[in-house]
């Protein structure tokens, strides 16, 4: 099923925001909470805007109030600089550590201020995708990076492809790239043609640094690599994005 939203109306929009949490929790946090897991994922949702101090300016009020304190995961609020014909400006990570963390996540979202946030969100953007994922494979801490590649594909063999592309970062990182995190996330939820089952993103600790690993990169570390992975991955795009705000 698309998780394409351009055809519905902002109210729509406002509704099928808090559906898709309170969906994902039914398919994913009950069960988790039932196992005592512990893993870790995220919601990605990408909108459109001409108005990116409004957005950051309703989450700054909800995350203020008394309701956005007790948000147990983290935000993101992610600038879309280079993404190719992908419509969005924007992308707002939120990211929670556990199913538990989901949970009282959703109970938060109940209040007032989680519903205002979403309708102020609705008036001064347009929606463009949205999903939900899991990390398999994480390195350094991406929390605290600025700047990160990210590379949307089709994954056959999922432990094949990251062991090949850990091997590569470390190996990058030996020959003196200034990677400061990485890692690979799977799909799990609202996915479509033009966002692959999994997505890889290389962090660096600002954009400069990011620029420097792009001039200096080892283009024989790198044809390794993709020799190991050409027949298990299909590359849908390759985008940079830059942290706007976190909370």
Same mark, same amino acid.
């Given at each position: 099923?698309?998780?394409?939203?351009?055809?519905? !109306?902002?109210?729509?929009?406002?509704?099928?925001?808090?559906?898709?949490?309170?969906?994902?929790?039914?398919?994913?946090?009950?069960?988790?909470?039932?196992?005592?897991?512990?893993?870790?994922?995220?919601?990605?949702?990408?909108?459109?805007?001409?108005?990116?101090?409004?957005?950051?300016?309703?989450?700054? !009020?909800?995350?203020?109030?008394?309701?956005?304190?007790?948000?147990?995961? *983290?935000?993101?609020?992610?600038?879309?600089?280079?993404?190719?014909?992908?419509?969005?400006?924007?992308?707002?990570?939120?990211?929670?550590?556990?199913?538990?963390?989901?949970?009282?996540?959703?109970?938060? &979202?109940?209040?007032?201020?989680?519903? *205002?946030?979403?309708? &102020?969100?609705?008036?001064?953007?347009?929606?463009?995708?949205?999903?939900?994922?899991?990390?398999?494979?994480?390195?350094?801490?991406?929390?605290?990076?600025?700047?990160?590649? #990210?590379?949307?594909?089709?994954?056959?063999?999922?432990?094949?492809?990251?062991?090949?592309?850990?091997?590569?970062?470390?190996?990058?990182?030996?020959?003196?790239?200034? #990677?400061?995190?990485?890692?690979?996330?799977?799909?799990?939820?609202?996915? *479509?043609?033009?966002?692959?089952?999994?997505?890889?993103?290389?962090?660096?600790?600002?954009?400069?640094?990011?620029?420097? &690993?792009?001039?200096?990169?080892?283009?024989?570390?790198? *044809?390794?690599?993709?020799?190991?992975?050409?027949?298990?991955?299909?590359?849908?795009?390759?985008? #940079? &994005?830059?942290?706007?705000?976190?909370?």
């Amino acid at each position: 099923t698309s998780c394409s939203f351009n055809t519905i !109306t902002k109210g729509e929009y406002t509704l099928k925001l808090k559906l898709i949490m309170i969906l994902a929790l039914s398919l994913f946090g009950i069960k988790g909470i039932a196992d005592d897991h512990a893993r870790p994922f995220s919601v990605f949702i990408g909108i459109s805007t001409d108005n990116p101090a409004a957005i950051v300016g309703a989450w700054d !009020t909800f995350m203020e109030s008394d309701c956005g304190k007790s948000h147990p995961g *983290q935000v993101s609020i992610m600038n879309e600089f280079f993404n190719g014909e992908n419509p969005a400006t924007h992308t707002v990570v939120i990211s929670y550590p556990n199913q538990n963390a989901w949970a009282q996540g959703i109970a938060n &979202n109940r209040c007032l201020e989680w519903s *205002q946030l979403m309708r &102020n969100v609705s008036t001064t953007s347009e929606p463009v995708f949205q999903t939900l994922g899991m990390p398999v494979l994480a390195g350094g801490d991406l929390t605290k990076d600025r700047a990160y590649t #990210i590379v949307q594909m089709d994954v056959s063999d999922e432990a094949k492809y990251a062991s090949a592309f850990e091997g590569w970062i470390k190996a990058q990182i030996d020959a003196g790239q200034k #990677i400061t995190s990485y890692g690979i996330v799977r799909t799990v939820g609202g996915s *479509q043609g033009d966002v692959g089952t999994h997505f890889a993103y290389i962090g660096t600790a600002n954009g400069l640094d990011q620029l420097d &690993n792009a001039a200096t990169s080892d283009q024989k570390l790198m *044809q390794k690599f993709r020799s190991k992975v050409s027949n298990i991955r299909t590359v849908k795009s390759v985008s #940079i &994005n830059y942290v706007g705000k976190r909370y």
